[in-house]
C-alpha cells in the first residue's frame, strides 16, 4: 500500500515570505493523483492543490504550487507571501489513478505558523 | 450549500455504549468516507461506499459499522465504544472516482469514550 510522509511536524515562516512544506510518497503506481489539503484551527478539511502523476507542468492555484518531483518521489507544498490566516495543519494525500480506487492515504501532517 | 453535514460535532460515551454518526451530502455524490483521525497519524480510512446499498472495508474497519440505505446518507455504527475510538471523525463525498477528484469534508465529529 501506499504511503505518505511528512518529516516536518511544525514550521514557522514570517509573514509575507515564502514557505515549503515536505511530503514524499511511496507506492508502485505508475498513475496516481497528489492532494493537498489545509485544516484550520476550526477543523475543517479545504482541498489546496492536485496535481496528477502524468501532469508535465506542476499545478498552481493563486499562492499555492506544487513542486513535483517524479523520480524523487516528492510532493511538496510552496506557500508564497506568507498570511496569518496561512496558520494551519497542512497534509499531502494520494490516491493511485487505478479506477474505482478509494484508499486516499493521508500524511501526518505538518503545523504551520506564520508569524507577525 | 450544505455540502456534506456531521452530525453531532462533539459526544462524550462511556466504555461499551453505542452511538451513530451521522454523515449527509446534498452535492449527488456517488462516493462517501469515513475516517478517523488521531494525532500524530494523520487521516485513516474506516469504511466507504461507492453507492447507495453498498459498502466497504477501509485501513481501519474493526470497532465499527456502516449503512448506506440513501444516497444522501452514510451512517457510522460504533456498537460497543472503546477508549481506543477517541478520535475525530471525518466524512467526505466525491463525484466521481477520476482521480483528479477531490474529497469534500465535513467538519467533524469529536468523539471522546472515557
Known amino acids: 500500500a501506499q504511503k505518505i510522509t511528512q518529516t516536518q511536524p511544525g514550521m514557522f515562516v514570517q509573514e509575507k515570505e515564502a514557505v515549503t512544506l515536505d511530503c514524499t510518497y511511496d507506492?508502485?503506481?505508475?498513475?496516481?493523483?497528489l492532494f493537498w489539503y489545509k485544516q484550520p484551527s476550526s477543523g475543517e478539511m479545504i482541498f489546496l492543490i492536485y496535481?496528477?502523476?502524468?501532469?508535465?507542468q506542476n499545478a498552481t492555484e493563486g499562492r499555492y504550487s506544487l513542486n513535483f518531483q517524479k523520480a524523487r518521489k516528492s510532493a511538496n507544498l510552496v506557500i508564497s507571501a506568507s498570511q496569518l490566516g496561512d496558520s494551519a495543519m497542512y497534509f499531502c494525500?494520494?490516491?493511485?489513478?487505478?479506477?474505482?480506487?478509494?484508499?486516499?492515504?493521508f500524511g501526518a501532517g505538518t503545523r504551520l505558523t506564520v508569524k507577525p | 450549500n450544505a455540502g456534506v453535514t456531521q452530525t453531532p460535532k462533539f459526544r462524550v460515551l462511556k466504555t461499551g455504549q453505542s452511538m451513530t454518526l451521522l454523515c449527509a451530502q446534498d452535492?449527488?455524490?456517488?462516493?462517501m468516507y469515513w475516517y478517523r483521525q488521531d494525532p500524530g497519524m494523520g487521516l485513516r480510512l474506516i469504511h466507504y461506499?461507492?453507492?447507495?446499498?453498498?459498502?466497504a472495508k477501509g485501513e481501519v474497519p474493526d470497532g465499527y459499522n456502516v449503512s448506506r440505505l440513501k444516497k444522501q446518507n452514510f451512517l457510522l455504527g460504533l456498537e460497543s465504544a472503546a477508549p481506543s475510538q477517541t478520535s475525530v471523525y471525518f466524512c467526505?463525498?466525491?463525484?466521481?472516482?477520476?482521480?483528479?477528484?477531490?474529497?469534500?469534508f465535513g467538519s467533524g465529529t469529536r468523539l471522546t469514550v472515557v
Open positions: 496535481q496528477g502523476s502524468y501532469d508535465e
Open positions: 507506492t508502485s503506481d505508475q498513475s496516481y493523483g
Open positions: 467526505a463525498s466525491r463525484l466521481s472516482p477520476a482521480t483528479y477528484y477531490g474529497y469534500t
Open positions: 461506499s461507492v453507492g447507495e446499498g453498498t459498502t
Open positions: 452535492m449527488n455524490h456517488e462516493y
Open positions: 494525500a494520494m490516491i493511485p489513478r487505478a479506477y474505482n480506487n478509494n484508499d486516499m492515504r
